[in-house]
C-alpha cells in the first residue's frame, strides 16, 4: 500500500507565506515528486517537480521566482515553500509521485499516486 500525505495548507492573506509537506509512505519506490493544483471548476495543472536526487528542479511559470520544491532529508520527502501568495493561488494542492518515465514532468495523466489534497486559501 502506497500513500502520499500532505499538510500545511490555510488561509492566507496576500503576500504571505506557506510551506506545504508531502511524505509518501508503504512500497513506493519512484523517481519523480511534483506538486499539482486545482481551483474549483478548472483542470488539474501542474505546479513543480524534482527528480529523486537531482539538484535541480522544474517550477512552472506562474509561480517561478515565487514558490520553491525541495527534497527533505527523509527519503520520499517534498516541500513546497510557496511566497508572495496572490488570490489567483487558491486551490486544492496536490502531491504526486511516479515511478520511471520518460513523459513530461507536468503530464497530470503520467503520475501513479496520488494524495488527498490540502487547501490553501489567499485572500485579497
Known amino acids: 500500500q502506497v500513500q502520499l500525505v500532505e499538510s500545511g495548507g490555510g488561509s492566507v492573506q496576500a503576500g504571505g507565506s506557506l510551506r506545504l509537506s508531502c511524505a509518501a509512505s508503504?512500497?513506493?519506490?519512484?523517481?519523480?515528486m511534483a506538486w499539482f493544483r486545482q481551483a474549483p471548476g478548472k483542470e488539474r495543472e501542474a505546479v513543480a517537480s524534482i527528480y529523486a536526487g537531482a539538484s535541480s528542479t522544474s517550477p512552472a511559470d506562474s509561480v517561478k521566482g515565487r514558490f520553491t520544491i525541495s527534497q527533505g532529508n527523509v527519503q520520499n520527502t517534498v516541500f513546497l515553500q510557496m511566497n508572495s501568495l496572490r488570490p489567483e493561488d487558491t486551490a486544492m494542492y496536490y502531491c504526486a509521485a511516479r515511478k520511471f518515465s520518460t513523459v513530461t514532468w507536468d503530464d497530470v495523466t503520467s503520475y501513479d499516486y496520488w494524495g488527498q489534497g490540502t487547501q490553501v486559501t489567499v485572500s485579497s
Open positions: 508503504g512500497s513506493f519506490s519512484g523517481n519523480r
